[in-house]
């Protein structure tokens, strides 16, 4: 089955590095997503893992270790709207593409000045 | 272009009514799938259509059920609505490739 953990809360500061933890157990398993969400807002797409290792786009690297059923968020140079929720996702029936992701509860950020 | 687009943005009910929640993929999206999210929570797969068809339903009630259209877009039923029915009901589009697109959301308050 699926389980997949994350903190629930974290707070940074503005300027600083802030890494996100995600563990998961899948049987199936096809990649790993990362999302963003602001409060009241939809989510949007951060990055999507599928091969072991670190990928960058900006200030944002997503990093995924299959053996080990790890995965992080990094931010880097944290702003004041990088406070959102972050959540990991996996999609849980062994595919990419068919619409089913399970969702960690997220990590609720808070950048402070 | 339009993302994915959900009607209404807010709707209020009484316990035991019914509602009908509304979406629109992006253009050439064939994959629609709806979420719960309960605050605090992450979202929680309700059902995912492709091709008109139900490929997966989630662990909810028969209370629940959705249907996708020729130009698939979507609806989502929820019939004699409980107060732990209030949450804000994501829906996702995607290619038969790639990531998920999320719109904004309809956000269902039972009273």
């Known amino acids: 089955g699926q389980n997949i953990d994350q903190p629930t809360e974290m707070t940074a500061t503005e300027g600083a590095i802030v890494q996100i933890n995600c563990t998961y157990q899948t049987s199936g398993f096809n990649g790993l997503f990362w999302y963003q969400q602001h409060a009241g807002e939809a989510p949007t797409f951060l990055s999507y893992n599928v091969l072991d290792g670190l990928e960058e786009k900006g200030r944002f690297s997503s990093f995924l270790s299959r053996s080990k059923g790890y995965s992080y968020l990094l931010l880097k140079e944290l702003q004041m709207k990088d406070s959102a929720s972050y959540l990991c996702?996996?999609?849980?029936?062994?595919?990419?593409?068919?619409?089913?992701?399970?969702f960690g509860q997220g990590t609720t950020l808070q950048v402070k000045p | 272009d339009a993302g994915v687009t959900q009607s209404p943005t807010h709707l209020i009910k009484t316990r035991g009514q019914q509602v009908t929640l509304r979406c629109s993929p992006i253009?050439?999206?064939?994959?629609v799938s709806w979420y719960q999210q309960v605050l605090g929570q992450g979202p929680q797969f309700i059902f995912q259509y492709y091709e008109k068809e139900e490929r997966g339903r989630g662990n909810f009630p028969d209370r629940f059920s959705a249907r996708q259209f020729p130009n698939y877009s979507s609806e989502l039923n929820v019939n004699a609505l409980l107060l732990g029915d209030s949450a804000l009901y994501l829906c996702a589009s995607s290619l038969s490739t790639g990531g998920y697109t999320f719109g904004s959301g309809t956000r269902l308050t039972v009273v």
């Open positions: 253009s050439g999206h064939k994959s």
């Open positions: 996702a996996d999609p849980g029936d062994g595919s990419s593409n068919t619409g089913k992701l399970i």
